[in-house]
């Protein structure tokens, strides 16, 4: 079947530090992968996506690369900010399936 | 383009009782999904609709239900409230069903609290 293992929190980083958070997934065909980010408060919102093997995606500075040979899709920032605390979760979805979500990864930026 | 909402957004109900929380999707979406967010057991997939149908369905218990009209606007209820079933409760939209690549869309979410 499908699922999303990611990264147990929380993660605490001073400002302008590396963020990694890892995700692994384990799925019967060839998905979608994505990381959304929630703000106390409110609901889920896409981060970034990548569609097939090798495919990078990026936005606000985050990246992830698909890497099929490790069924891994890591979030990565150079350098983070305060206003980055938030959950991340790591999804995927196959062809005619419902959404996979990892459990959550907080993490708090402190200044 | 207006985002997903959901009425109500907060909600406090008493054990027995029965709910019904509403979702409108982003227009021209026609797959709209219902998750159950608690600090426990993290983000819970419900189910999902497209075109007024049923097409995927999570682990929950049948008191759990949900449609979706024509207009692609869709309900879920509980019935029968659990004090466990208090959550948020979270919809998305998304533009299709089946494409792996379609993202979807979440709206604000319904905080329901049993008492």
């Known amino acids: 079947g499908n699922s999303v293992t990611q990264m147990e929190g929380p993660v605490t980083l001073s400002e302008e530090a590396f963020l990694t958070i890892n995700c692994t997934y384990t799925a019967t065909g060839y998905p979608s992968l994505f990381w959304y980010v929630q703000y106390p408060g409110e609901g889920l919102q896409l981060l970034l996506k990548?569609?097939?093997?090798?495919d990078k995606g990026s936005n606000k500075g985050f990246e992830a690369t698909y890497r099929k040979e490790t069924t891994s899709f890591h979030l990565e920032k150079g350098s983070v900010q305060v206003s980055d605390s938030a959950v991340y979760f790591c999804?995927?979805?196959?062809?005619?399936?419902?959404?996979?979500f990892g459990t959550g990864t907080s993490l708090t930026v402190i200044p | 383009k207006a985002g997903v909402t959901q009425t109500p957004r907060y909600l406090i109900k008493t054990r027995g009782q029965q709910v019904t929380l509403s979702c409108s999707p982003i227009s021209g979406h026609r797959s709209v999904s219902w998750y159950q967010q608690t600090p426990g057991q993290g983000l819970q997939f419900l189910f999902e609709y497209f075109s007024e149908t049923q097409r995927n369905k999570g682990n929950f218990p049948g008191r759990f239900s949900g449609r979706q009209f024509s207009n692609s606007r869709s309900e879920m209820n509980v019935s029968t409230l659990e004090l466990g079933d208090s959550a948020l409760y979270l919809c998305?939209?998304?533009?299709?069903?089946?494409?792996?690549?379609?993202?979807?869309?979440f709206g604000p979410g319904t905080r329901l609290t049993v008492t």
């Open positions: 990548a569609t097939k093997a090798d």
């Open positions: 998305a939209s998304s533009l299709a069903s089946t494409g792996a690549s379609y993202e979807q869309y």
């Open positions: 999804a995927l979805r196959e062809t005619g399936n419902q959404f996979y």
